[in-house]
C-alpha cells in the first residue's frame, strides 16, 4: 500500500491516468456568478471551462441533448437523478449522412453537470460509457452534486455565468473578464460552409437554412419524399431562390436572435417575396424578428421533454419538446400584423405564430422531437402541403 500511495502523491494532476484509476475522479466544483459553490467530482475530460448554466428535466435522451447545437456555449445540468444507464451509441450513418442517434455530429454544450453517473451502462447498442463520451470530446463533466438544488437556484436567480474547476483548490472565478456567449453570433459557429443537398433528385424541394438544425428535421422532412437543401445561416435570398424551392424551413439555434443580423435579413426579404416559411425554435423568433417584433430573454427558458402549449384556436393541448432560452414579445408580434397561434399553458409566453395573409408559420418547440413526444410531427405535414397548395396557384 505504501507504493500505491507514493503514486498517488505523484500523480495528482487530475489529468494523470494513474490518478484516474486509483482515486477512481478527482475532485471538481461549479461556481456560479453569484458566487455559489457546488462540490463535486470529475468525469470526462479534466479541464477548465465556462459558459451560461441552464437546467433540463428531461428524463431521457441524453445522447440527443448533448448533439443539439441549441446547447451551444452553454453548461447543461440534467435534473434526473441518474445519468448514463444505457450509455452512449456508436455514430454510425445511414446513407444520407445523418448519424442515427444523435442530432449532430458533436457534443454541442461547454460542459455538463449530474448527479449521479452511471458507470456500468446496460444497452445492446452501447458502444462506451458517457464519462467515456466526453473525455474523447475534451468536454468536462461534474457529478456527485444536487442536481435539483441547482436547478432551484436557476429558477429563482435566472440563468447565469458557471465555470467548472477541476480540483478542489480554486474556490473564485473572475466572471468579469469571462465573455457571455450570448453576446456573440453561436449560429455561426454550429451552420454549416457550404450548401448540402439530401436527395436532390426528388421532384419537390425544401430549402433549410441551417442557425443550428438538429438533424431530426432533415429526417423528418426526408421521410416526406422531398429534397432538402440545407444551405449556411447567411445564405442569401437569391442563393437560396435559385433552388426553386417548394418552401423555406428556418432551423433551431443557440444564442440571441437578435446576433443573426444576415439571417434576419433574408429571412425578411422571404417573406416579402411570399415564399412559404415554417420557422422551429429559434427560427420562430427570427421570423418575429424579421417582421419588425421584438424578443426577449427568460428567466430559465424552456428545457425539457413536457412542456404544454395550447392551440388558442381549438384549445386542444399538446405535450412538446422544447430548448430555448429566448421568446417572442406578444404585443410587439401583433402590431407586426402577425397572430398567436400557440401560448404556452404555464406562462403564457408565445410559442407559435402565423401571419393571416402569408404563408409563413412558426412553432417555439421542435415538432420532430427526438426523444418524444412527437404529437406535433403533422406541424411538417401542415406546412408540406400548403406550400405545395402556394407553389400551384
Not at 22 to 38: K, Q, S, Y
Not at 63 to 81: F, K, M, V
Not at 351 to 374: D, F, I
Request: net charge neutral.
Amino acid at each position: 500500500m505504501g507504493a500505491t500511495r507514493q503514486l498517488l502523491q505523484e500523480h495528482k494532476a487530475a489529468s494523470s491516468p494513474l490518478y484516474r484509476v486509483f482515486n477512481h475522479h478527482p475532485p471538481a466544483i461549479v461556481v456560479l456568478e453569484d458566487g455559489t459553490i457546488f462540490n463535486g467530482y470529475s468525469f470526462g475530460a479534466p479541464v477548465f471551462t465556462n459558459g451560461e448554466v441552464v437546467f433540463s428535466t428531461s428524463m431521457v435522451g441524453y445522447p440527443e441533448a448533448l448533439t443539439d447545437p441549441s446547447y451551444r456555449g452553454q453548461i447543461l445540468c440534467l435534473t434526473y437523478p441518474l445519468v448514463g444507464n444505457y450509455g452512449v451509441p456508436s455514430y454510425d450513418t445511414k446513407p444520407d449522412g445523418l448519424p442515427l442517434f444523435f442530432e449532430s455530429h458533436r457534443i454541442q454544450p461547454r460542459g455538463l453537470i449530474v448527479h449521479e453517473l452511471c458507470e456500468r451502462p446496460s444497452h445492446r447498442l452501447s458502444t462506451r460509457t458517457l464519462d467515456r463520451w466526453l473525455l474523447d470530446e475534451g468536454i468536462p463533466g461534474v457529478y456527485g452534486i444536487d442536481a435539483r438544488r441547482l436547478a432551484r437556484v436557476i429558477r429563482e436567480r435566472g440563468v447565469m455565468l458557471a465555470a467548472i474547476i477541476t480540483g478542489n483548490e480554486v474556490k473564485s472565478v473572475d466572471f468579469d473578464r469571462i465573455e457571455n456567449p450570448n453576446n456573440t453570433n453561436l449560429v455561426k459557429e454550429v451552420s454549416v460552409q457550404k450548401p448540402i443537398v439530401y436527395h436532390g433528385e426528388r421532384e419537390n424541394r425544401i430549402n433549410l437554412i441551417d442557425c443550428g438544425v438538429k438533424l431530426n428535421i432533415i429526417r423528418n422532412l426526408l421521410k416526406r419524399d422531398v429534397a432538402v437543401i440545407r444551405v449556411p445561416h447567411d445564405a442569401s435570398i437569391s442563393s437560396i431562390l435559385e433552388y426553386r424551392p417548394l418552401g423555406v424551413v428556418i432551423s433551431n439555434g443557440p444564442g440571441d436572435p437578435r446576433r443573426c443580423d444576415s439571417t434576419i435579413l433574408t429571412v425578411r426579404a422571404l417573406m416579402e417575396s411570399n415564399t412559404p416559411i415554417l420557422g422551429i425554435c429559434l427560427g420562430t423568433q427570427l421570423i418575429a424578428l424579421a417582421a419588425g417584433a421584438d424578443t426577449y430573454k427568460m428567466k430559465y427558458g424552456h428545457r425539457s421533454q413536457n412542456q404544454p402549449v395550447l392551440d388558442i384556436e381549438t384549445g386542444r393541448c399538446y405535450i412538446t419538446t422544447q430548448n430555448h432560452g429566448f421568446a417572442v414579445d406578444r404585443p410587439s408580434l401583433e402590431k407586426a400584423g402577425f397572430s398567436v397561434w400557440y401560448i404556452n399553458a404555464n406562462d403564457k409566453s408565445v410559442e407559435g405564430l402565423r401571419h393571416p395573409r402569408k404563408p409563413c408559420w412558426a412553432v417555439q418547440w421542435h415538432p420532430e422531437g427526438s426523444p418524444g413526444p412527437t404529437d406535433t410531427e403533422p406541424i411538417f405535414d401542415h406546412f408540406l402541403k400548403e406550400a405545395i397548395n402556394h407553389g400551384s396557384r
